[in-house]
């Protein structure tokens, strides 16, 4: 059975998720891809007289548990259909599974999976390839956020209608956090900036090599209380020995007392272009390749906090053991020449970007 890579476009309200699947499908189509793509199932359902503000209690659970059974039935078939295909192929979700649980209690969320036969561990971490999150307008590019493009939309685009959309917006990625390929793709006041990194993003995970982009690293200093939502995990990064020219990173996330285990292959293919690939293992497998690891470095672990701000999205990693008192920054997905909005609670000491002696893979050397 051939491999057909599935992958989640999701996002908070008006983070133009729409715009992006259209060209996706123009831009994999002109390159040899029959492109599959699942529609938003809580769109279609509303379209046909669900209503998920309801305060009827069974009503609600019963359409919910039909939304996730229909999303879940949909994709199974287009798969089965692109198994059918000669060429390559790749399905894109008009979100996916985990996006359901954002609108519920997680005890409701339980529940439903429970009867349906299935976990949030099975829906998040094993079935799709890639997620790929929007950040909404609401939280950073308000002068874009509207209302008028999608009808079933409930946020007002007023102060308290941005509030709810940031809010929806970061329960999302709570949701698909732990995906081992979850990719937060920032707003940009050039929106076609937005819909290149998920391009680039997806090519990435098709194998397709990438030009060799830096994210911007800073070294910082914090004087202030971090946003009370952002998401925190401790990160054990092991180097494992490997060809020549070839960097191999063994890297286990752990939040919550659950563990994602990541093996990442770098490996540059021109002075321009590098093809990095990404696998999630067991953790089984994980203690094996342990065995593998390079005698010359040291493990890294650091406390990671995640956050959005002001439609920017950063990595705040706390670094432990020898590297005990380090703090780095890292923007994810910003354009060369865009502005980085940081957050008052920090204080930049030096930027690293271009510093190898910042890399992790030469941090964790051995003295």
Known sequence: MKEIKRIVLTGGPCAGKTTALVR????FSSRGFKVFTIPEVPTMFTQAGMDYLTQNRQFFYEGEKATLEIQLALEDKFMQMAQTIDGPCVIVCDRGAMDISAYMKPEVWE?????????????????YDAVLHLVSAADGAEQFYTTSNNASRNEAADEQGLAIARMLDKRVIEAWTGHPHLRVINNDEDFDAKLNRVLKEISSVL???QTIEEERKYKVEVIGELPADCIESNITQTYLVGEPGAEIRLRRREWAGKFVNVHTTKKKVSNKEELVTE??????????MLQQADPYRHTINKLRKSFIWKGQYFELDYYKGALDGLVILETKGMRRHEDVKFPPFLRVVEDI?????????????KG
Request: no cysteine.
């Open 353 to 365: 970007t271009s510093n190898k002696d910042y890399y992790n893979y030469m941090l964790a050397l």
């Open 111 to 127: 529940q439903l999976t429970e009867d349906v036969g299935t976990s949030t561990v099975e829906l998040r971490d094993g079935r």
């Open 207 to 209: 194998g397709v090599p």
């Open 279 to 288: 696998r999630q293992v067991s953790n089984h497998l994980y203690q094996s």
């Open 24 to 27: 996706v499908i123009e831009y």
